[in-house]
């Protein structure tokens, strides 16, 4: 399956966003004399699941727009149900498994929020995810 570039374009732009957040994530526990392998490790795991399910969450919903309105809903929500499953997986693993922090697993987690709620305060163009929930609700209206 070929990538839509909106879903590319704004998959890139949370990329970004967890990565300089993940840095500061950092930062701020080797300030605090308390970064360790853990730290950089459940870093790693909670910011590449943050960014794996925004792209699937991209993925799944280009997809569904290609589809009738009843089926495109079923997709969505047991995609969206998936999704949070791997979601809790990685927060289990970070506060079950020794070599990752539980904390710097945990927080990277919500840094797609804070990438799409500072493009919303600095006027930018609203995400792909947005956008298509915009549209997917408009269709609602049509029946």
Excluded: C, H
């Excluded at 998959?11 to 392998?37: D, H, P």
């Excluded at 950089?40 to 991209?58: D, R, S, T, V």
């Excluded at 809790?88 to 970070?94: H, Y």
């Excluded at 956008?131 to 609700?137: E, G, L």
């Amino acid at each position: 399956m070929k990538l839509d570039p909106v879903v590319k374009k704004e998959t890139g732009y949370i990329a970004l966003w967890t990565l300089i957040l993940s840095v500061l994530m950092e930062a701020v526990f080797l300030i605090l004399r308390k970064w360790n392998l853990p730290v950089l490790f459940g870093n790693l795991l909670g910011g590449g699941a943050a960014i794996g399910n925004f792209l699937l969450m991209g993925m799944t919903l280009t997809r569904a727009l290609t589809m009738e309105q009843k089926k495109a809903k079923m997709t969505a929500i047991i995609s969206q149900i998936g999704r949070y499953l791997l979601l809790a997986l990685a927060m289990v693993l970070g506060f079950k498994l020794p070599f990752l922090n539980p904390w710097a697993t945990l927080i990277p987690l919500l840094f797609p929020r804070f990438a799409i709620m500072l493009r919303a305060i600095k006027g930018g163009e609203p995400a792909a995810a947005d956008s298509v929930q915009t549209d997917i609700k408009a269709g609602d209206a049509d029946e």
